[in-house]
């Protein structure tokens, strides 16, 4: 029996740095890559994919809400339309730069609000 260790990654956009992906990514097997709502962008997602690629990580899609200055964290009052294509959107994404690695999607995995918690203040 095997152990899976599953890590978000992928956070940091633009000047912004987040996490040391490169320092993490060799002892992980599944990382839930952030797809640019409330962190990454499409730089550093495809860095991270080739990084998992290179390590033989899974990935998956960390999708949230749209809602960068509260890193997801956040309700947002969305009807279903608008919010599914909000996850269509960001999944695809990182479908993209999967693809162009020959890689599959092996799992989505909502991020903050959108998995059920909210840090309202």
Do not use: W
Request: proline share 5%; hydrophobic share 35%; with cysteine.
């Amino acid at each position: 029996m095997g152990i899976d260790l599953n890590c978000d990654m992928g956070e940091a956009y633009s000047i912004y740095q987040c996490g040391d992906d490169e320092g993490i990514m060799p002892f992980i097997s599944v990382a839930n890559v952030a797809c640019g709502f409330h962190a990454s962008d499409p730089t550093v997602m495809r860095q991270t994919v080739a990084l998992a690629k290179q390590h033989g990580v899974r990935v998956g899609a960390h999708p949230s809400f749209p809602d960068r200055d509260g890193f997801g964290r956040r309700r947002m009052d969305m009807g279903a339309e608008e919010l599914t294509a909000c996850i269509i959107y960001q999944v695809g994404a990182l479908k993209a730069f999967l693809d162009e690695q020959g890689m599959p999607l092996n799992h989505i995995k909502p991020h903050g609000a959108l998995y059920g918690g909210s840090r309202q203040r």
